[in-house]
């Protein structure tokens, strides 16, 4: 019989790119993780003993904790969460079963950024809403964005220590016929099925090949008038965020659905 407090990898996986995701906590010792550096989408690193360090850390959020094994730790640490009034559960089989599982992916941690502040053009459309989007729902939900002149982007990089993207010369930028949302699938190893099917539709959007995927012109309409909407860069983004939430579940749960009515 299951335990009333732990959640499996498909469970898990249908989760994670949702806006309501729950804080995923890998806790996995130093060693365990040095011999195998990979990280759940979405997760973060945390210490099984600071728990008065990670309980503000979660903002009230429900939790999913993630060891080796799924075994003493995350249930430990999971009991002791629920102990305090909060909602958590423990990864089932923890993270061996996670990597064994041939439907997830695995971030690897060398290509995370230092900092969690990224910096990029101002005035977005397309791909500097779509990044940010991947971003905040499959590598960092804490990840916050500048929007600034074209040409201060390498400079504020520089001096505010953030990384840029969707400019020449950024380690996330356009390559070829791919796009910058190409680019941050290839490094952080996020291709899925629903993932490289909204990749088709950013990039025909982005690029103007609407011929790549029928949806692309929509895309293209809605954030052009979404940039007409508001003046002000974060509060766009904010609301393109709705935008691609939106998108994933078509390109994960409804891309075969029509409407003749």
Same mark, same amino acid.
């Given at each position: 019989?299951p335990a009333p407090?732990?959640?499996?990898?498909?469970?898990?996986?249908?989760?994670?790119?949702?806006?309501?995701?729950?804080?995923?906590?890998?806790?996995?010792?130093?060693?365990?993780?040095?011999?195998?550096?990979?990280?759940?989408?979405?997760?973060?690193?945390?210490?099984?003993?600071?728990?008065?360090?990670?309980?503000?850390?979660?903002?009230?959020?429900?939790?999913?904790?993630?060891?080796?094994?799924?075994?003493?730790?995350?249930?430990?640490?999971?009991?002791?969460?629920?102990?305090?009034?909060?909602?958590?559960?423990?990864?089932?089989?923890?993270?061996?079963?996670?990597?064994?599982?041939?439907?997830?992916?695995?971030?690897?941690?060398?290509?995370?950024?230092?900092?969690?502040?990224?910096?990029?053009?101002?005035?977005?459309?397309?791909?500097?809403?779509?990044?940010?989007?991947?971003?905040?729902?499959?590598?960092?939900?804490?990840?916050?964005?500048?929007?600034?002149?074209?040409?201060?982007?390498?400079?504020v990089a520089e001096?505010?220590?953030?990384?840029?993207?969707?400019?020449?010369?950024?380690?996330?930028?356009?390559?070829?016929?791919?796009?910058?949302?190409? *680019?941050? +699938?290839? /490094?952080?190893?996020?291709?899925? #099925?629903? @993932?490289? =099917?909204? $990749? !088709?539709?950013?990039?025909?959007?982005?690029?103007?090949?609407?011929?790549?995927?029928?949806?692309?012109?929509?895309?293209?309409?809605?954030?052009?008038?979404?940039?007409?909407?508001?003046?002000?860069?974060? *509060?766009? +983004?904010? /609301?393109?965020?709705?935008?691609? #939430?939106? @998108?994933? =579940?078509? $390109? !994960?749960?409804?891309?075969?659905?029509?409407?003749?009515?």
């Open positions: 019989m407090n732990e959640i499996t990898t498909s469970q898990l996986n249908r989760l994670i790119g949702t806006p309501d995701c729950p804080a995923i906590v890998d806790i996995c010792i130093d060693p365990d993780f040095a011999d195998d550096p990979y990280l759940i989408p979405g997760s973060f690193r945390h210490p099984h003993t600071d728990i008065p360090g990670l309980i503000p850390r979660l903002e009230g959020r429900s939790a999913i904790i993630a060891c080796q094994k799924g075994l003493k730790l995350s249930q430990g640490l999971t009991a002791w969460l629920r102990s305090e009034g909060m909602r958590a559960e423990y990864l089932k089989g923890g993270i061996f079963a996670w990597r064994n599982d041939p439907a997830t992916q695995r971030i690897p941690a060398a290509a995370l950024p230092k900092t969690n502040l990224w910096v990029t053009r101002h005035r977005p459309k397309i791909d500097r809403i779509a990044c940010p989007w991947l971003i905040r729902r499959f590598v960092d939900r804490e990840a916050r964005f500048l929007f600034v002149s074209p040409g201060e982007v390498a400079e001096r505010f220590d953030a990384t840029p993207f969707d400019v020449d010369g950024a380690p996330f930028a356009h390559r070829g016929e791919a796009c910058t949302f190409d *680019a941050m +699938l290839d /490094a952080f190893a996020l291709h899925s #099925d629903p @993932l490289d =099917r909204m $990749a !088709r539709v950013i990039r025909g959007a982005d690029t103007d090949r609407h011929d790549l995927a029928p949806q692309a012109a929509g895309l293209l309409a809605l954030s052009v008038g979404l940039s007409r909407q508001y003046k002000d860069d974060t *509060a766009q +983004l904010n /609301a393109g965020l709705t935008f691609y #939430d939106a @998108l994933y =579940r078509w $390109a !994960r749960d409804g891309f075969d659905e029509g409407h003749n009515a």
